[in-house]
């Protein structure tokens, strides 16, 4: 092995959740800060647990009820809307148009 180039390796680094827990693990880092351990996650505990990471929920919300809202327009109505908005179908409605 190559001397000076591995990280320091802490054998008793503290690993602290946000729910409390404490427990020593080892590590590069001396101090671990961890949202979820396995003292309050849900796969261990059994219970359900609301996580709102950054207004992700909010989000979604949003973009549910923005969909709701929107107006749907009928397949065959859109088709009468795309044929407007089309303009001249062939050549000769083209050369008409162009004279008018």
Known sequence: MKPNIHPQYYP????TCACGT???TGSTLPEIKVEI???CHPFFTGQMKYVDTMGRVEK???RQK???T???VK???RKKQEKVD???QTLKEMFAQNKS
């Open 22 to 24: 404490t427990f020593t």
């Open 12 to 15: 008793n680094a503290k690993v």
């Open 86 to 88: 089309e303009g001249p």
């Open 70 to 72: 929107k107006q749907y």
């Open 60 to 62: 979604f919300q949003a």
């Open 75 to 77: 397949k065959s109505q």
């Open 37 to 39: 351990c396995s003292a």
């Open 66 to 68: 923005a969909a709701r």
